[in-house]
């Protein structure tokens, strides 16, 4: 199974909106066909181990695969009905498919054809690998997740707005992996205008990689006449949607897209977008996950809506000692713990000096900003 979910990775942030998958035939404990999904609408895992293999498996052949086999015809025709006639009579498998239209339809088919399933195989990195898959399948809309690089004071700039770089080459390492799996990263104006940051994957020996580009810029203060931020210059900048209301401006939303870049105008009473408006406009698009990259404004206002599904905080060993330095939030108030926005399905990592936890968000009952209750208390 750890070789399978190695063939998954081959497809990191190449298979949206479909999961990533790996699978392998092994006979008399010897790897004889391998596959992985590789993209949205191709073979499926399973097909291409049995291509592979070449020829029908032996009697006693395994099959292991790191999702539930589909046992639905879709695009590519149902992986159950595959493995039923190429005569494997046991099947490994990771993750059960959180579809709640299918989860365990697959092994129930399987079985009732006689195939021994056995089910849960390093379950937990099965289901982490497809972290934005499993919620935009039970969803529905994409999985709106932040990351935020932190001193171990809570600091994300000095009061100067001084940010780079907090953490250490392996974590900034981490955060371009995670920019390759995602299809779309955000930022704020604030961080444009501040920091003209790429919003690129920049890995060793792979290609430079752009996912779509998002700007939250409610008046379009990031369109200037000259030294326009390189998000809206450089060769990718056709990825690149500014996000923003009516009252923009006609004159520089003309401009944006005479750049070549996009604008998504959103009605809104407010200078802000509001963000299910924004969720509900990527489901239509088919955007299935966004990385927002800060800074504090925009994080917060995403937290304020509740509308934060996964945090990625990375924490550095520094300490900023700055009472006026920024922190990661702003504009906030919690009064009790019992209020405190907490973290499930935990993970933490080590990256050199620094950590990264991560995991999914769930939100208190009632939380606070400023003097205003808000949310569902
Ligand atoms: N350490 C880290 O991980 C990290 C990450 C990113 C940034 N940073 C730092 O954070 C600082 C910038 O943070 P910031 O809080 O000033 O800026 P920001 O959060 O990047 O951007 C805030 C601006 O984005 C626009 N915006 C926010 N929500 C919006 C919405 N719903 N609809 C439309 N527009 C929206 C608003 O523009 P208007 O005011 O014009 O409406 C707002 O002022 C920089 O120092 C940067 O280096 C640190």
């Given at each position: 199974?750890?070789?399978?979910?190695?063939?998954?990775?081959?497809?990191?942030?190449?298979?949206?909106?479909n999961p990533m998958v790996g699978a392998l035939i092994a006979e008399a404990g010897r790897i004889v066909g391998e596959g992985s999904h590789a993209q949205d609408g191709g073979p499926h895992a399973e097909r291409l181990a049995l291509l592979a293999r070449g020829k029908p498996?032996?009697?006693?052949?395994?099959?292991?695969?790191t999702l539930e086999p589909c046992s639905t015809p879709g695009r590519t025709g149902a992986c159950t009905d595959a493995i039923i006639s190429s005569g494997i009579r046991h099947v490994v498998v990771g993750a059960?498919?959180?579809?709640?239209?299918?989860?365990?339809?697959?092994?129930?088919?399987?079985r009732a054809a006689g195939v021994e399933v056995t089910t849960g195989v390093l379950a937990k990195e099965c289901e982490d690998l497809n972290l934005i898959f499993n919620h935009w399948i039970t969803a529905g809309s994409p999985l709106l997740a932040v990351k935020s690089a932190v001193?171990?004071?809570?600091?994300?700039?000095c009061r100067t707005g001084d940010s780079k770089w907090i953490t250490g080459e392996a974590a900034r390492a981490d955060v371009m992996n995670w920019r390759r799996l995602f299809p779309a990263i955000a930022v704020g104006a604030g961080t444009v205008m501040r920091d003209n940051p790429q919003l690129t994957a920049r890995l060793p020996d792979l290609a430079p990689w752009c996912p779509v580009r998002f700007v939250f810029d409610g008046l379009l203060r990031t369109v200037t006449d000259k030294n326009l931020p390189q998000v809206y210059a450089d060769a990718y900048r056709e990825r690149t949607i500014v996000v923003t209301?009516?009252?923009?401006?006609?004159?520089?939303?003309?401009?944006?897209?005479?750049?070549?870049?996009?604008?998504?105008?959103?009605?809104s009473p407010a200078q802000r977008v509001n963000f299910s408006d924004f969720r509900r406009k990527c489901a239509e698009e088919r955007i299935c996950g966004v990385f927002f990259e800060g800074g504090p404004q925009l994080t917060s206002q995403l937290l304020r809506e509740r509308q934060i599904d996964y945090l990625f905080v990375y924490h550095a060993p520094v300490l900023l000692a700055d009472g006026k330095g920024r922190s990661m939030l702003t504009g906030l108030r919690t009064e009790r713990l019992?209020?405190?926005?907490?973290?499930?399905?935990?993970?933490?990592?080590?990256l050199g000096d620094d950590t990264l936890t991560r995991g999914r968000v769930k939100y208190p009952e009632r939380m606070f900003a400023d003097e205003t209750v808000f949310g569902l208390g």
């Open positions: 199974m750890r070789r399978a979910l190695e063939l998954a990775h081959t497809g990191w942030g190449c298979t949206h909106p498996p032996r009697p006693g052949a395994t099959l292991y695969v059960t498919d959180p579809n709640p239209a299918h989860a365990g339809r697959g092994f129930a088919v399987l001193t171990l004071d809570g600091s994300i700039a209301t009516q009252h923009g401006g006609m004159g520089y939303v003309r401009k944006l897209r005479e750049l070549g870049v996009q604008v998504w105008c959103l009605p019992l209020d405190a926005v907490r973290l499930t399905d935990v993970q933490h990592s080590i």
